[in-house]
Every structure is written in structure tokens, then in C-alpha cells.
């Protein structure tokens, strides 16, 4: 009887935590088949420009992580969650009145500031009740579920398009927000221990970052993370000119989205199956490894070359994205493992970390794609092999010191 119960809760606190992050993903993915229909309202049907209103929501993210965290950590995780929420309604707002390109990015800005609360804070709260390879197997499990939420958001932004009006997507993520906020704070208690809470001041970023570069493995590894994160991020904000404009898809678009979504959530869903008998960083280099090398094929097979065939595509990306799977949380539960006890701080900075190697690089190769998807592949591509070759230097560093240690 106890079992089940513990497996009732183990599985409302996996749903919990993926709706509280599903937020996140409904409010990148269910506006991505009404950019179009923004850029009109707004005056301004740049591809390029428009790509922003994708990539700055994650610099609100970037952002707010590095206040909402700390915050975490000194008036404990739900307190702050609630606050984050608060930011991301009135934002919504901001985006459903806007009347030009710069007030709409406030808007999402804020709407990111907002949201790396339950981004940051659901992963602080994994921390608080799981360590190691069962960390990242909870991680996993709710990637996976998580991830159902970019298969269904954009048929759920085009439906909300065909039957109502760009600015009701916005209402659908606040309706669902107030819902998740109403269940987290019926049903999770606070995972923050008072004798771990940690007064807020100036000395709390300075502090908690002379701890993290203690240790190299999670600063490594949020590089890491980044790289792989910006070469995500820019299939995120130009996926919808790639299919619909590139490749004349139409109001098949979000079906396409969803299905190269399902491969994700796929894998993820494997790798908490495996990571615990396997082991997350031999998962996440085996994955690295292939992300590499699907990616460096199809720059060789189509440099210079126009788009192949969806039928072409389409394979190579279901390929690309399986291996997602394996990557974004086994990288996250590395560098996160090391820093337990800075769990609120370290989730932050690691996160602002992580995004400031991420925009850069998703703003930089979003300015090239133009015409064709090959610029998307030459990033993952790049950002595949940097990544392979530091996590390679990473594991002779750990190598050496340990035959270091037992030598003396």
C-alpha cells in the first residue's frame, strides 16, 4: 500500500513539475504558426526581425533565472514561483496590446523573466529531492512529459488562429498558467529546508559563483549546454519561415513541428529508462557524438546545393532531434549534480550562463536563414563538435586527475 502511494505521488509530482515548465514551451510553441499574423499587426513582416520574438524570450529567461533564483533560495521555492507567475500575466498583456515590433519584445522579455521561474525553480526543486543518475532519470521523465506540449502547441496556436485571433493565444497560455499555479500550490510542499535558506544580498552572486567555479565539470558543462541550446534555438525561431515559406507547407506546419517534437520526447522518455543502467555521461557523449555526425553529413551532401525534399529533410532532422533526448538533460543533471547545496544560485547562474552562450550564437545563424536550412545544420554542426571536443577534454581532465590522486 505504501508502494503505491509513493508511486502516486512520485507520478503527480513528475506531471507537476513538467506543467509547471510545459508553460514555458506553450508559450514559445503555440505562437510560432501566428507569427505571421503579428507581423502584420505590428508592421513588420521581416522573417529576421520576427525571429525575435522567439529568441528574446529567452534572454527574459537568461535573465530572470539570475533574480528568481537566488530569490528561490532565500524565501524558499514557492513564494518565488508565485512572483515569476505574477511577471508572466502582466507581460502576457503587454504582448496582447502591442501596436509595435519593440513593445511586443518588452512583452516577451518579461513573459521570459516571468516563466524562468518555473523553468529555474522546477529544476531546484528536482534537485532538492533527487542526486545523481536518479536526478537525471526524474529529469528525464519530465523532459518527456513535457515535451507533449510542443507536439500538440502549434496545431492548438493554429486552431485558436482558424476559429479566433492571434491575441487569444496569449489568453489560452494565461488561462492554463493561473490552472498550473492553482495546482502547485494546492499540492506541493516547500522542498527548500530552513536550515539551507540562504539570506538575500550583493554577496549572493558573488558568493555563489566563486562556489561554482570550484567546480569545473558543472561551469564545463553549461558551455556545454549552451552551445547545443543556441543551435536549438535557432530551428525554434525559424522553423515556421523554413516550412511554410521555404517549403510551402502551409497549415501543415504544425504538424510536421509536432511529429520531429514526438522524436524528442522519444528519446527523452528512453533515457530515463537507460540513464540509470547506463549512466549519464556515457548517454550524453554517445548522443553528442551522433548529433555531430548526422549533422556534419548533411552539411557535406548539401553545401552550396538548394533544400533537398522534405522527404529528404525531414529524416535527417527526426535524426538530429532523437538525440536531443539523450543531450539536454543528462547535460543539465551534470552540471547540476556537483552543486546540490548552491541548488537555487547554481541553477541560476549555470541557466544566465547558459543563455549568454546561446543567444549570441541563435541571433547570429538566424541572420542566414534565408533561403535555405542549410545554415541551421552548418550551426548544429559546429556547436555539435565544439561541444564533443570539450566534453572529450573534460573527461582526460577528470582521467588524469583521478590517476593523479591515486598516485599520491
Known amino acids: 500500500m505504501m508502494q503505491d502511494t509513493e508511486k502516486k505521488y512520485q507520478f503527480e509530482f513528475v506531471a507537476l513539475m513538467a506543467s509547471l515548465m510545459s508553460i514555458v514551451a506553450l ?21 529576421t526581425d520576427l525571429q525575435l520574438l522567439i529568441t528574446m524570450i529567452f534572454l527574459g529567461f537568461g535573465v530572470g533565472q539570475l533574480i528568481l533564483g537566488p530569490l528561490s533560495d532565500s524565501f524558499g521555492r514557492k513564494p518565488i514561483m508565485y512572483a515569476g507567475f505574477g511577471i508572466f500575466i ?11 515590433l519593440e513593445w511586443m519584445l518588452i512583452g516577451r522579455i518579461f513573459q521570459g523573466i516571468g516563466l524562468s521561474a518555473p523553468r529555474t525553480i522546477s529544476i531546484s526543486i528536482i534537485r532538492d529531492s533527487h542526486k545523481g543518475d536518479y536526478m537525471a532519470r526524474m529529469m528525464s521523465f519530465v523532459t518527456a512529459f513535457f515535451i507533449l506540449v510542443p507536439v500538440i502547441a502549434p496545431a492548438l496556436g493554429q486552431f485558436i488562429l482558424m476559429h479566433l485571433n492571434w491575441q487569444s493565444i496569449f489568453y489560452t ?28 544580498n550583493k554577496q549572493v552572486y558573488v558568493n555563489g559563483f566563486k562556489e561554482l567555479i570550484k567546480y569545473k565539470e558543472a561551469m564545463v558543462f553549461t ?14 525561431s525559424s522553423s515556421q519561415h ?54 556534419t ?20 532532422l ?61 550551426g548544429f554542426a559546429i556547436c555539435g563538435s565544439l561541444s564533443l571536443i570539450t566534453f572529450i577534454f573534460m573527461k582526460r581532465h577528470i582521467l588524469y586527475r583521478k590517476l593523479n590522486f591515486n598516485w599520491r
Not at 488561462?175 to 538575500?200: D, G, H, M, N, Y
Not at 558551455?223 to 525554434?236: C, D, E, R
Request: hydrophobic share 55%; with cysteine; proline share 6%.
Open 173 to 200: 497560455q494565461l488561462f492554463f498558467a493561473v490552472l498550473v499555479t492553482f495546482w502547485f500550490w494546492k499540492r506541493q510542499p516547500e522542498t527548500l529546508r530552513p536550515a539551507f535558506k540562504i539570506p538575500f
Open 90 to 100: 502582466l507581460a502576457s498583456f503587454v504582448c496582447v496590446f502591442s501596436t509595435s
Open 297 to 316: 553529413l548533411y552539411v557535406i551532401l548539401f553545401w552550396n546545393k538548394p533544400n533537398p525534399s522534405l522527404f529528404v529533410l525531414i529524416p535527417f
Open 223 to 236: 558551455v556545454v549546454s549552451g552551445f547545443i541550446t543556441g543551435a536549438f534555438m535557432v530551428y525554434l
Open 27 to 47: 508559450s514559445i510553441d503555440a505562437l510560432l504558426p501566428a507569427i505571421p499574423e503579428i507581423g502584420l499587426a505590428i508592421g513588420n513582416q521581416n522573417s
Open 318 to 378: 527526426v535524426a538530429q532531434f532523437f538525440t536531443l533526448g539523450f543531450i539536454f538533460g543528462n547535460l543539465r543533471a551534470i552540471a547540476m549534480e556537483p552543486i546540490g547545496h548552491i541548488a537555487g544560485i547554481g541553477a541560476a547562474i549555470t541557466g544566465f550562463i547558459s543563455t549568454l552562450v546561446a543567444i549570441p550564437i541563435a541571433t547570429f545563424i538566424g541572420e542566414f536563414m534565408t533561403d535555405t536550412a542549410l545554415p541551421l545544420f552548418i
Open 242 to 295: 523554413v516550412f511554410e515559406d521555404q517549403y510551402g507547407i502551409g497549415d501543415k506546419f504544425p504538424y510536421v513541428f509536432a511529429g520531429l517534437a514526438c522524436s524528442i520526447g522519444l528519446s527523452t522518455l528512453l533515457n530515463g529508462t537507460l540513464v540509470v543502467r547506463i549512466g549519464m555521461r556515457r548517454l550524453a557523449f554517445m548522443a553528442l557524438s551522433v548529433f555531430s555526425l548526422v549533422s
